[in-house]
Structures are given as C-alpha cells and as structure tokens.
C-alpha cells in the first residue's frame, strides 16, 4: 500500500471517528460510522491474504447490517416522536433496536462472533486500530444514549460477555483472537456500569485503550502472533517481554497495577446501586479472563524455548524500542496512585 493510500484511509478514520463523536444529529452520526468502515477495509484487506480477504468481507457485512439496524432505530424514533436527535432517543422499541446495532458495532455477546474472525485475519496494526480507535463512535453514541437505555438488557448482555468472553479465550493459541476475548471482557465490563455512572464506562474505555494499545505495540515490536513465536521472544528483547508480562497482569486487573482502578470503581458503584450479587458474578467471571492474561504473561517472561524450534533461529535485537511503547507501558502500569483524584474527575 502506498503512503498516499494509507494517509487517506487514516485521515478518513480520524474524520469519520470526529464526525460521530461531535455529531448531535442521527443522520450525520450514521455518516461517520460510515466513512470508519469504508476507511478501514482496505487496511484489513493490505496484504491480499485469502485470511485477510475474508476477515474484510466480515467485517463489512457485519457493521453495513449495524448500521443499517442504528439508521432503522433512528427513523422509529423520528416517526413516532418527531425527534433526530441523539439524546432525545425515547421510544422504547428504538431503544432496544439501538442497543442491538451497539452492541453488533462493538462485539458485544450475542453479536460477537465477527471480531475474533477479524481481528485474527487483520495485521497487528490495524488488529489495534479495530481494538481501540473503532471502539470510540459507538461508544460515544452509547453515552449519548444512556439515560435511555434498558439497565436490565445491558447487564445481562455484560455479564454473558464477561463471562464468554473469558471462556472462549481459555483455548486460544492465537495472541490476536486472545486479545479479541480480552476486549469483549472488558466492554462487558463498561456495559455494566453505562446506565448508572457513564463517566465510569469512558474510564474504564481510556484506560483499556492504553492497556491494550501498549500490548499491540510490544508484540508488533516482537513480531509475535502465536503463543509459540512469543516463547522465544524472551531471547530476542528481554526488557521488552518483561513489561508485556506486567502490561498483560494491568489488564487482568490485578493490583497494583492500573487495570485495577477501572474494576475496583465499577464493582464500589454495582454495590451502591443495591447490584451485589451482580458484582460479586462479574468478579468472579473475571477469574477466567486472569488465567489467559498468566497463560501470556507466562509464555512471554518464563518459559523458555527448547533448542529445538520449528522456526528460524531468533536473533538478540539492539535497535531501539519505540518511544510511544515506553510512555504506553509506563501509564499502563502506574496510574493507580491517581486514584483519589478520580472523585474531583468524575
């Protein structure tokens, strides 16, 4: 792909994402969306891979039928309440037919089967784009929309994808579809809470985004896809592999690290809100995510390769680390101390 090529896709991804996040219009916001998905085929599609190919196709047929569902709830709620506007979203069948064309963008259970599919067919770097830069419309609707939007469906949609996406990652020898899992952990995790404490929900959302972008960024500095290539890696960049161990237990949410802080503030405000037992569930789901991330942590820090690998000879690197790897792992790890000004934030 041409530099030319790529400067247009990314500045049409960076118009689309700016065009739905300011929007306050259904139509200008279902544009947006729009030119995001246009945008990001071809990076899907670069390395003409049958793999590739397919995971585009996916994609583009999973977010045109999104978008059509979201352009359908928007026109219900036009023709019973004379409303286009984004926070004015009251009729109750547009609700639900928003959460669903939501939920399908995002990859929330029930309508996550694409994203693994995709995100293991895509390059490294665009696996992060979908991971965290598409994330950021539909999310921006959601919060939007939240007043109006049914709690109960929200917290059963969360819960079923906290609980399945840990589930489903238990097997993976794959890091990309792992880290698919991993994101629909974590948006169950901001679904849960989306009805009660939205400021929450964008939190947990920017904290995510820096977790998982500093993972995406290691690995792609690794070259590593599959737990058997990051065996060896250890070899290869050993400082490198030992703040992924630490980047990897962040997202888990293991303290003291910062993916604790998202998780401690949502479980204190479910058991304000009288949702114990919900809380007490999500927290134990998560025990099944954990062993995937120590199962990484693992492959990348403490297990050494055998001599004999069935790949090429790795090689010790000294060229230096990306800058933006080091600032990502270093907030990824340390921000927890930043929690008591979270009450003046939120």
Same mark, same amino acid.
């Given at each position: ?238 400082? %490198?592999?030992?703040? !992924?161990? $630490? ?6 949410? &293991? #303290? =003291?690290? +910062?993916?604790?802080?998202? @998780? ?25 995510? %954990?062993?995937?991330? !120590?199962? $990484? ?6 297990? &050494? #390769? =055998?001599? +004999?690998?069935?790949?090429? @000879? ?33």
């Amino acid at each position: 792909m041409t530099p030319q090529a790529k400067l247009i896709f990314t500045t049409s991804l960076l118009l689309g994402t700016t065009i739905t996040i300011s929007s306050n219009h259904w139509i200008t916001a279902w544009a947006g969306l729009e030119i995001n998905t246009l945008a990001i085929l071809p990076l899907i599609a670069k390395s003409h891979h049958p793999r590739a190919i397919e995971a585009a196709t996916k994609y583009f047929l999973t977010q045109a039928t999104a978008s059509t569902l979201l352009l359908f709830s928007a026109m219900t709620n036009a023709w019973f309440t004379g409303q286009w506007d984004i926070t004015q979203l009251t009729h109750p069948t547009s609700c639900l037919i928003l959460t669903s064309a939501i939920a399908m963008k995002l990859g929330l259970v029930p309508f996550h089967f694409w994203f693994p599919e995709v995100l293991q067919g895509a390059p490294l770097t665009t696996a992060l784009l979908l991971s965290t830069v598409m994330k950021f419309p539909p999310m921006s609707l959601l919060l939007m929309t939240s007043p109006s939007l049914n709690p109960t469906l929200l917290a059963c949609m969360a819960v079923f994808s906290i609980a399945l996406g840990g589930w489903m990652g238990l097997n993976q020898t794959q890091i990309r579809k792992i880290l698919a899992f991993s994101s629909i952990t974590h948006l169950g995790w901001m679904a849960i809470i989306l009805s009660y404490s939205p400021k929450l929900t964008l939190l947990n959302l920017y904290l995510y985004i820096t977790m998982t972008a500093a993972v995406f960024l290691t690995l792609n500095s690794m070259k590593a896809t599959k737990l058997s290539t990051l065996m060896t890696a250890w070899t290869k960049a050993p400082a %490198l592999s030992a703040t !992924l161990l $630490l980047t990897m237990l962040s997202l888990a949410g &293991l #303290p =003291p690290l +910062t993916g604790f802080l998202p @998780k401690w503030l949502i479980i204190q405000e479910l058991t304000k809100q009288n949702m114990a037992a919900t809380a007490t569930m999500i927290s134990l789901l998560s025990l099944l995510s %954990l062993f995937f991330y !120590l199962r $990484l942590a693992y492959c990348a820090t403490i297990t &050494l #390769p =055998p001599h +004999t690998t069935n790949h090429m @000879k790795q090689w010790h690197i000294n060229c230096p680390t990306n800058t933006s790897v080091a600032i990502l792992t270093i907030t990824s790890i340390m921000l927890l101390p930043i929690s008591p000004m979270i009450s003046t934030i939120i």
